[in-house]
């Protein structure tokens, strides 16, 4: 896992992030396809509150005090705990990319990290500070790609009956 690539990767999301989500509405922010997936602004808290909770403080704690236990954390259930569709989108979005720059200036001042470094958790067993590193990026990634479908889904149910097969398959 390269550190300095990932760097450029975690900014490079967060303008993604930040451009996904540019333009949206109050109730498009809300919208959600089915009652128990998450709207727009549900992903965005919950991003502010991993960036925090989960990946930075884990990842340092990995690689400064291994032998430390990791703080719990139930991102699924703060959703609902946390009220994040009550929220405002712009503020929640601000709270996120305030987040990701501290961990960025926070990455950039890290000298010669070991990567190797190995933190043994009760479920899944030993992680590394560079498989912590790289689920990081892929935890983004895989929110990027919920936020495009919500869009998706969302312009197919503002545009119906209009049928969408002409854009592709999706």
Do not use: C
């Not at 994040?84 to 890290?110: I, K, N, P, Q, V």
């Not at 899944?124 to 990027?144: Q, T, Y």
Request: glycine share 2%; net charge negative; proline share 6%.
């Amino acid at each position: 896992m390269d550190l300095a690539a990932a760097i450029d990767r975690f900014a490079a999301n967060a303008a993604a992030i930040q451009s996904l989500i540019a333009g949206v509405d109050a109730r498009h922010a809300s919208w959600k396809p089915s009652p128990d997936a998450w709207s727009i602004l549900e992903v965005v808290n919950h991003l502010a509150d991993e960036e925090r909770e989960d990946f930075r403080t884990r990842f340092d704690l990995t690689l400064h005090h291994p032998e430390t236990d990791w703080p719990p954390i139930d991102p699924r259930r703060w959703v609902t705990q946390r009220n994040y569709a009550a929220r405002d989108l712009t503020e929640s979005l601000t709270r996120f990319l305030d987040e990701r720059a501290a961990s960025l200036a926070w990455l950039r001042g890290l000298k010669d990290p070991n990567l190797d470094s190995a933190h043994r958790h009760p479920v899944f067993g030993s992680r590394s500070a560079g498989e912590l590193l790289a689920s990081w990026l892929a935890h983004d990634l895989l929110h990027l790609r919920q936020l495009v479908e919500l869009h998706y889904l969302y312009h197919r149910e503002q545009v119906a009956p209009i049928p969408l097969e002409y854009a592709g398959e999706w």
